[in-house]
Each structure stands twice: as C-alpha cells, then as structure tokens.
C-alpha cells in the first residue's frame, strides 16, 4: 500500500515538474521572440537610416585636387558611413539614363554639378542633427548647395520613434505576464509540498537548509525550460534567415548571444526570486493556515 501510494506521489511531482517546465519553455519562447523582434528592429531601423543621403553641389570652380581633400576630410568625420563622389558627366549620363533621352543635345552645355553623396551613421539620421550638418556645409567654401529629403527624414524619425514605443510597451507587458505565469507555477509545486516544509521546520532545520533543494530544483526546471525554449527560438531564426536573408539574422551574432543569455538569465532570475518568495511565505505561515 505504501509503495503504490509512495508511487503515486512520485508521478504526481513529475506532472507537476513537467507542467512547470512546459510553462517556463513556452514563455521564455514568447518572449524570446519578442526580444528578437525588438533588437531586430533597431537593427532594420538603422539600415534605412543609412540609406539616407545628403548631397553636397560643389561649386563649378573648384579643382580636383581640392575636391579629393575635401571628400577626405567627410570621410574622416565621425559622423560618416560612407561619401561617394559624382562628377557632372557621371550625373548627366545617370540622369539621361533615366529620362531615356539625351538631354544635353538639347541645352548645348551641362547645368549639372559636381557632387557628393554623403551617408550618415544611424545615430545621427534625425531632423535636427542634419539641420545642422546642412548649415555646416552651406559655410563651406566649396559647397554651392546642400539638398536632402526634410520631409522623410520627419517622418521617418517620427515613424521609428512610434514603433520603438509600442514594442517597449509590448515587451514590458509580456515581460510582466512571464513572470507572473512562470511565479504562478511555481508557487504551485511549491504549495504542495508546504507540509513538508512545515514538517522539516518543526524538527529544527533552518529556513536557508529548507530554502536551498526547492531553489536549486526550480532552477535546474527552470534551466530545461530555457533549453526548449532556445532549441524553439534557433527553429525560428534559422526559418526566418531562409526565407528573409535580407534581415541576416544569423549573421548578426552578437544580437543572438544577446538574446539567448537574456532568455538564460530570466529564467535563472524569475525562478529564484519565485522560488525564494514563495517558500519564504510558507515558513512564515502557522500550522493552522496551511490549510486555507
């Protein structure tokens, strides 16, 4: 009778280690796919930022020589990706190209200007950095005008500014329902076993001696759970590098690490503090109150 109810008991704590696993793995994996979702995201706003170009019309009298030092000095700039030089003749066959004429038969001379494209960095793809990077320029005696798309670059700021709002929030909210749910798991598998810990603190054993086996268990649950949900997430990446290359996911590898220890520390983090709190409370409780 005892070893049927002995095993008993054990099935019904490796249900409850399961249940507690499977909960942990499909969290982490919800919000593992929220966390590649927002760092990919920075990732795709930056490199429609540095599609932006600012074109700097250089005046007609300046040499070659002193073009070649000053596409140098840009380059130098800290604020650079990347400058590309455009003659007037290299500008009047592109443009006939696209007009699919050759406009300078009918005008008899070239009205266009030698010029250079300038690539900014991210961080610096915003209306008032290149406000000033335009007046910067206009001062140069080199430069006869500065043009640039204001309005996109406007909306496009206010665009990524929306959207890096809204998955703060949802990655704020998800971030709080995983803790709750993984918190609300195992506080269960805990509760049943409070007599135990009831039992173990009436014979003398402290409440650290208690505390440690139900932390160190909830932690390796929670390690399992991470692995699933990291062997889940590696299916998505790799699905979504085949069919969207563009984004090269599985090039960017210090975002994956990032993601996959951030995944790693959650759950070691929410399963300790869960853990702790939730036995903490039992030990606290009179032997009268585990019944409720």
Do not use: C
């Not at 003659?87 to 030698?114: C, M, R, T, V």
């Not at 998800?174 to 749910?181: D, K, P, Q, R, S």
């Not at 939730?278 to 606290?284: E, M, W």
């Amino acid at each position: 009778m005892s070893s049927k109810f002995d095993s008993y008991q054990k099935r019904r704590l490796q249900s409850s280690y399961f249940s507690v696993v499977i909960s942990i793995a499909l969290v982490l994996f919800m919000v593992g796919i929220l966390g590649l979702i927002l760092l990919k995201s920075t990732k795709v706003a930056n490199i429609v930022k540095e599609q932006v170009v600012i074109t700097l019309f250089l005046k007609d009298e300046v040499t070659q020589n002193q073009i070649d030092a000053f596409l140098k000095s840009i380059l130098e700039e800290s604020f650079t990706n990347k400058a590309i030089y455009t003659s007037k003749e290299q500008a009047a066959i592109i443009y006939s190209e696209e007009i699919g004429e050759d406009f300078l038969e009918f005008l008899g001379k070239n009205p266009l200007k030698n010029g250079i494209d300038l690539y900014l960095k991210a961080e610096f793809v915003n209306p008032e950095k290149m406000l000033e990077l335009e007046q910067k320029y206009l001062e140069n005696t080199f430069v006869t005008a500065v043009s640039y798309d204001k309005p996109l670059i406007n909306l496009l700021t206010e665009n990524i500014k929306r959207v890096s709002f809204w998955l703060l929030v949802a990655s704020s909210f998800f971030g709080i329902i995983a803790i709750i749910l993984i918190n609300s798991s195992i506080r269960l598998t805990i509760y049943s076993k409070r007599f135990t810990i009831k039992t173990m603190q009436m014979v003398g054993a402290t409440k650290s001696f208690i505390r440690k086996p139900f932390i160190l268990t909830s932690i390796k649950l929670g390690m399992i759970g991470a692995f699933f949900a990291l062997i889940g997430l590696a299916f998505v990446v790799y699905y979504i590098d085949k069919h969207i290359p563009s984004l090269a996911i599985l090039e960017d590898f210090p975002t994956l690490v990032l993601l996959f220890l951030g995944i790693i520390f959650t759950s070691f983090a929410i399963t300790l503090m869960s853990t702790f709190f939730a036995t903490q409370r039992f030990l606290n409780l009179k032997t009268d109150e585990l019944y409720y």
